[in-house]
């Protein structure tokens, strides 16, 4: 997504290329109106990009030189909130990723019976300014960053069509400086609420995505009736879809209950077929790839046509293709990475489509294809990442 909004053009339709093109002087202009007190932000630009799970988000794209405004704020502001910041809050931190919170909550399951998962809808539409600015300014004295933050925050959205909207709440999902703000809102909304109402349940957060661990059923009906009321407070809401109370059964805990599983950052935690030090099999409540971002993996591996790129080598196909597939896998490979094998296999079919194209002679041949990928797979594994964890063509 940065990548994304990084390619966005803001209102004035400047890209980051013409912004490079006289670097220095649109630098000094930039800080001589920040200095002076006297830069205004411009407008937000927003852009409908599609979910995942259907519908639109609106992301808010701010010019090429408001980025780098919030950014200057953002370097100056981060590391006075940062050692503030709950030990459990994943999401947008310097040193946290994803892969932890994945793993401290992998962990948790097998101590806690229940879980309470949440989302919080249209968290950056609907932050309330007046909390927000309240936070700010317990955590800095510096009078230009709190202009500044508080500036944008005001800043109109601009439409499509070029009509301007006025913004009461929320922060641009887009902008620099908007993840830090949003993390600051969630540590006194959520997280700091929950170490002094409720310390006997660990939680685990990552943006607005969280589940926190439960003893009992009463326990995690109880606790999602207050939060609920709690967000309600403070100008959120619980996603009512997304919002749920699940338990971690496994060959202990064997309760009937209708939700035995839950989606945490691309991962489905349910119960699974383990295998312990002793070569033992048992049931073990542990996380894989989903099969929500499994598919969104097999669709981004069609989009690539790799099997109608006959114009190109197998060498120029690993170069354009292996840096996202060595993500998928360094991501969703970190735990139970069987998961993955059937997405991986798919890409080799998708070669083997490849061979039968390029080359005259593997034509309708489907069999003898995959016998002659196998043997490249056997004698260059290091050309695509899932060769070299063993994933390779049938090679006869």
Same mark, same amino acid.
């Given at each position: 997504?940065?990548?994304?909004?990084?390619?966005?053009? $803001?209102?004035?339709? *400047?890209?980051?290329?013409?912004?490079?093109?006289?670097?220095?002087?649109? !630098?000094? +202009?930039?800080?001589?109106?920040?200095? =002076?007190?006297?830069?205004?932000?411009?407008?937000?630009?927003?852009?409908?990009?599609?979910?995942?799970?259907?519908?639109?988000?609106?992301?808010?794209?701010?010019?090429?030189?408001?980025?780098?405004?919030?950014?200057?704020?953002?370097?100056?502001?981060? @590391? &006075?909130?940062?050692?503030?910041?709950?030990?459990? =809050?994943?999401?947008?931190?310097?040193?946290?990723?994803?892969?932890?919170?994945?793993?401290?909550?992998?962990?948790?399951?097998?101590?806690?019976? #229940?879980?309470?998962?949440?989302?919080?809808?249209?968290?950056?539409?609907? %932050?309330?300014?007046?909390?927000?600015?309240?936070?700010?300014?317990?955590?800095?004295?510096?009078?230009?960053?709190? !202009?500044?933050?508080?500036? #944008?925050? /005001?800043?109109?959205?601009?439409?499509?069509?070029? &009509?301007?909207?006025?913004?009461? +709440?929320? &922060?641009?999902?887009? $902008?620099?400086?908007? @993840?830090?703000?949003?993390?600051?809102?969630?540590?006194?909304?959520?997280?700091?609420?929950?170490?002094?109402?409720?310390?006997?349940?660990?939680?685990?957060?990552?943006?607005?995505?969280?589940?926190?661990?439960?003893?009992?059923?009463? *326990?995690?009906?109880?606790?999602? *009736?207050?939060?609920?009321?709690?967000?309600?407070?403070?100008?959120?809401?619980?996603?009512?879809? +997304?919002?749920?109370?699940?338990?971690?059964?496994?060959?202990?805990?064997?309760?009937?209950?209708?939700?035995?599983?839950?989606?945490?950052?691309?991962?489905?935690?349910?119960?699974?077929?383990?295998?312990?030090?002793?070569? /033992?099999?048992? %049931?073990?409540?542990?996380?894989?790839?989903?099969?929500?971002?499994?598919?969104?993996?097999?669709?981004?591996?069609?989009?690539?046509?790799?099997?109608?790129?006959?114009?190109?080598?197998?060498?120029?196909?690993?170069?354009?293709? =292996? @840096?996202?597939?060595?993500? #998928? %896998?360094?991501?969703?490979?970190?735990?139970?990475?069987?998961?993955?094998?059937?997405?991986?296999?798919?890409?080799?079919?998708?070669?083997?489509?490849?061979?039968?194209?390029?080359? /005259?002679?593997?034509?309708?041949?489907?069999?003898?294809?995959?016998?002659?990928?196998?043997?490249?797979?056997?004698?260059?594994?290091?050309?695509?990442?899932?060769?070299?964890?063993?994933? /390779?063509?049938?090679?006869?």
């Amino acid at each position: 997504m940065l990548r994304r909004i990084k390619a966005l053009q $803001g209102v004035d339709s *400047e890209t980051i290329s013409d912004f490079e093109e006289n670097l220095k002087d649109n !630098l000094y +202009k930039i800080w001589n109106r920040m200095s =002076s007190g006297s830069y205004f932000p411009p407008p937000v630009r927003t852009v409908a990009i599609p979910k995942k799970t259907g519908g639109e988000r609106l992301l808010g794209i701010p010019t090429v030189s408001d980025r780098v405004a919030q950014m200057v704020v953002k370097i100056h502001f981060e @590391p &006075t909130v940062e050692p503030f910041f709950h030990k459990d =809050s994943y999401g947008y931190r310097p040193r946290k990723s994803a892969i932890q919170a994945i793993e401290i909550t992998r962990k948790r399951c097998w101590r806690y019976d #229940w879980l309470l998962e949440f989302d919080i809808k249209g968290l950056f539409d609907n %932050i309330r300014h007046d909390l927000l600015m309240r936070a700010v300014r317990h955590h800095t004295e510096c009078s230009w960053v709190i !202009l500044y933050i508080e500036r #944008w925050l /005001k800043a109109p959205f601009q439409k499509e069509d070029g &009509t301007l909207v006025e913004r009461p +709440k929320g &922060t641009p999902q887009g $902008g620099i400086v908007s @993840p830090v703000l949003s993390n600051l809102f969630l540590h006194y909304v959520f997280d700091k609420w929950m170490d002094r109402n409720h310390p006997g349940n660990p939680f685990c957060r990552y943006a607005d995505d969280a589940v926190v661990h439960c003893r009992t059923e009463t *326990e995690a009906f109880a606790l999602k *009736e207050e939060l609920d009321a709690r967000f309600r407070e403070c100008g959120l809401e619980l996603h009512p879809v +997304k919002t749920k109370i699940a338990y971690c059964k496994d060959d202990l805990r064997r309760k009937d209950y209708p939700v035995t599983s839950f989606d945490f950052l691309g991962y489905t935690f349910r119960s699974r077929r383990s295998k312990n030090r002793n070569g /033992k099999f048992f %049931i073990n409540f542990s996380p894989a790839l989903s099969n929500k971002a499994g598919k969104g993996m097999r669709e981004k591996a069609r989009s690539w046509k790799m099997h109608l790129r006959s114009d190109k080598s197998l060498e120029d196909l690993s170069k354009m293709f =292996s @840096p996202v597939i060595q993500g #998928w %896998i360094n991501y969703y490979g970190r735990f139970y990475k069987s998961a993955l094998y059937p997405t991986l296999r798919q890409l080799n079919r998708t070669l083997v489509r490849w061979a039968t194209r390029k080359f /005259k002679r593997l034509r309708r041949h489907r069999r003898r294809a995959e016998y002659w990928l196998g043997r490249v797979a056997n004698r260059q594994p290091w050309l695509f990442p899932h060769w070299k964890m063993g994933v /390779k063509p049938t090679a006869g």
